[in-house]
């Protein structure tokens, strides 16, 4: 899994997408619930399944976790690619309204968390649980995809904020595998309020902690929600940005209604009362939109009409 190292240049897919003015608002992962696996060490294309771990026990994780509902992602120390000597940390992160915790526990290898993933709640059979020895957290957890196998600008843009995040919170933040929207790296999930944000820079990583940890989105910078549908998260960001209002409980989503002429209008509750935002889908030029990737790319992109 060793190579060259990549570099940036004008050819990036990231640098392209930032000079055409690519929209990131609706591009969050469509999960509301994450597990973490640490892997240290080095990962290939497909992540966890190309890694240090055994390809077969780390297939079944992942099977495991998209059965009980939830997106995995393989997790690392920033700028500790060496193995650990045993074990993986864990993490089942819920984003949903109302359910924002993450839950932490260990397992000495994966043939113990196959056994964990397996078991389910009573209550809840479809999903998957944390075991009863987890840890409650609730305070923001911060994964930067570095990602270098699966697209360079992950890696090259990734690897800086991870670094520069790391040392104002340390303990809080990890490098982590594919998040999706390569193009706007650096990408940035925060859990467990699952906000996905692009284009973060590693100089204003002191800045955007502190307004995270103030109860406080970044509209400029922010993709997304993770778990909602795309016309909606970007329906979010637009009514963050067009009211000037940055507090993370301002608005939830109430409704989705397509109408005739081809908008979307997006129910928004807010502490003033309902909102409703128009929203147009539009399709790109055609582009190349990751690195590895083909030209002649589209993408589904949406524009906030009005408020109302």
């Not at 570095?146 to 800086?160: E, F």
């Not at 940890?213 to 637009?238: N, S």
């Not at 989705?256 to 909102?275: C, F, M, N, R, Y």
Request: charged share 25%.
């Amino acid at each position: 899994m060793s190579g060259p190292v990549p570099r940036e240049s004008a050819s990036r897919c990231a640098l392209q997408a930032q000079l055409r003015g690519d929209p990131m608002a609706g591009t969050a992962p469509p999960a509301s619930r994450l597990l973490l696996v640490e892997q240290a060490g080095p990962w290939g294309p497909r992540g966890l399944t190309e890694s240090r771990a055994d390809a077969d026990l780390a297939r079944q994780v992942d099977e495991l976790a998209a059965a009980g509902g939830a997106r995995m992602q393989a997790i690392r120390e920033p700028a500790r690619h060496a193995g650990r000597a045993k074990g993986h940390r864990v993490a089942l992160a819920d984003t949903r309204d109302g359910q924002q915790v993450t839950w932490w526990w260990r397992v000495d290898d994966l043939a113990e968390l196959l056994e964990q993933l397996a078991r389910r709640s009573p209550d809840a059979p479809a999903d998957l649980v944390a075991p009863d020895d987890a840890v409650e957290d609730r305070d923001p957890v911060y994964l930067v995809c570095t990602h270098g196998k699966h697209d360079a600008c992950c890696a090259l843009r990734g690897r800086p904020v991870a670094t520069a995040l790391a040392e104002v919170r340390p303990g809080r933040v990890w490098e982590t595998t594919h998040v999706g929207g390569d193009r706007f790296a650096a990408n940035l999930l925060v859990l467990p309020y699952g906000e996905m944000y692009g284009r973060v820079l590693p100089f204003a990583a002191s800045d955007f902690v502190d307004r995270i940890e103030a109860g406080d989105v970044v509209p400029g910078l922010m993709r997304g929600r993770a778990g909602l549908p795309p016309v909606a998260q970007a329906a979010l960001v637009f009514a963050h940005e067009r009211l000037a209002e940055t507090r993370r409980d301002a608005f939830a989503v109430t409704g989705i209604e397509k109408l005739e002429d081809g908008t979307t209008t997006v129910g928004l509750q807010s502490a003033h009362g309902p909102v409703t935002a128009v929203m147009a889908t539009e399709i790109s030029e055609p582009n190349k939109l990751t690195c590895r990737g083909p030209q002649g790319v589209r993408a589904r992109v949406y524009r906030g009409v009005t408020l109302r």
